[in-house]
């Protein structure tokens, strides 16, 4: 059974940063991509980011040159460091992957539980 695990998040004032971590664990072939998507009360869940198993890497346009993504060393992990926040950064950060099971099965996303980010003015 496959496992997305976040950590990070919390409150931050507005201009300053935030770094969230997301783990894939148990049983899998291989992870084609990881990301993070947000959703603030009121409106529609939304990507952040994304980042594919080659590194092509795709962000949100609000969040373009203020966030980074990357992959830990061992490709199970993904961070998003997050700079230069802003009140409308608030919402609920969540890890997606897209993962193989095995070789015959077909590939399929998977969420983790989502972690709240919330800037201050």
């Known amino acids: 059974q496959v496992q997305l695990v976040e950590l990070g998040g919390g409150l931050v004032q507005a201009g300053g940063s935030l770094r969230l971590s997301c783990a894939a664990s148990?049983?899998?072939?291989?992870?084609?991509?990881m990301g993070w998507y947000r959703q603030a009360p009121g409106k529609q869940r939304e990507l952040v980011a994304f980042i594919t198993r080659t590194d092509t890497i795709n962000y949100s346009d609000s969040v373009k040159g203020r966030f980074t993504i990357s992959r830990g060393d061992a490709k199970k992990t993904v961070y998003l460091q997050m700079n230069s926040l802003e009140v409308e950064d608030t919402a609920v950060y969540c890890c997606?992957?897209?993962?193989?099971?095995?070789?015959?099965?077909?590939?399929?996303?998977?969420w983790g539980q989502g972690t709240q980010v919330n800037v201050s003015s």
């Open positions: 148990g049983s899998m072939y291989r992870i084609e991509g």
């Open positions: 997606n992957a897209e993962i193989w099971a095995s070789p015959t099965d077909p590939v399929r996303d998977y």
